[in-house]
T-cell receptor, first 110, second 112 residues
Framework: DAGVIQSPRHEVTEMGQEVTLRCKPI?????LFWYRQTMMRGLELLIY????????DSGMPEDRFSAKMPNASFSTLKIQPSEPRDSAVYFC????????FGEGSRLTVL | LAKTTQPISMDSYEGQEVNITCSHN???????ITWYQQFPSQGPRFIIQ???TKVTNEVASLFIPADRKSSTLSLPRVSLSDTAVYYC?????????????FGKGTKLSVIP
């Protein structure tokens, strides 16, 4: 298996633009997680899904953030409109027990 | 969810054994203890998991005393490539709540 695949690896955008991050989990994993990592706040859980259903989105910072999982092999995290404080590395992880992380998407909002 | 406490940072010389202790005073009966390792510019990766006593794999050992209120990750003979952040998590494997809180972890710096 190729592992958890995230795209894009790097994204630079201007404030106010829409950003969409994508994730393909490991086949057969029934949990999918979106995390955000910054130097100041560490690794924060944003939202997680079980069998494609959002279970807990209490970590989503505000309404500008949304996440979807239309099927078992694909999830998106969208930020609209983006702001400079959204700059971070966004990780997707999938799990049957322990977590398997993707390589992350580094977002820079100018 | 059981809260964990770890040292913020540790330094070690190459070739030494490193022990990182995690406190989890309110661990529940069904909780397991799991450690993850994160290298710069990568996502965390699973190292080891245990419930009680001692667990060993090719990478590390995990020591858990009888009261399970703490655990120690032991890395034998560290090398420069072991420089990373190490996270301790407590919870029930497979349940969504298990994955919630990584905390700041312990930043291990291995010195030549």
């Amino acid at each position: 298996d190729a592992g958890v695949i995230q795209s894009p690896r790097h994204e630079v955008t201007e404030m106010g633009q829409e950003v969409t991050l994508r994730c393909k989990p490991i086949s057969g994993h029934d949990y999918l997680f979106w995390y955000r990592q910054t130097m100041m706040r560490g690794l924060e859980l944003l939202i997680y899904f079980n069998n494609n259903v959002p279970i807990d989105d209490s970590g989503m910072p505000e309404d500008r953030f949304s996440a979807k999982m239309p099927n078992a092999s694909f999830s998106t995290l969208k930020i609209q409109p983006s702001e400079p404080r959204d700059s971070a590395v966004y990780f997707c992880a999938s799990s049957l027990g322990e977590l398997f992380f993707g390589e992350g998407s580094r977002l820079t909002v100018l | 969810l059981a809260k964990t406490t770890q040292p913020i940072s540790m330094d070690s010389y190459e070739g030494q054994e490193v022990n990182i202790t995690c406190s989890h005073n309110n661990i529940a009966t069904n909780d397991y203890i799991t450690w993850y390792q994160q290298f710069p510019s990568q996502g965390p990766r699973f190292i080891i998991q245990g419930y009680k006593t001692k667990v060993t794999n090719e990478v590390a050992s995990l020591f858990i005393p009888a009261d399970r209120k703490s655990s120690t990750l032991s890395l034998p003979r560290v090398s420069l490539s072991d420089t990373a952040v190490y996270y301790c998590l407590v919870g029930v494997p497979g349940a969504g709540s298990y994955q919630l809180t990584f905390g700041k972890g312990t930043k291990l710096s291995v010195i030549p």
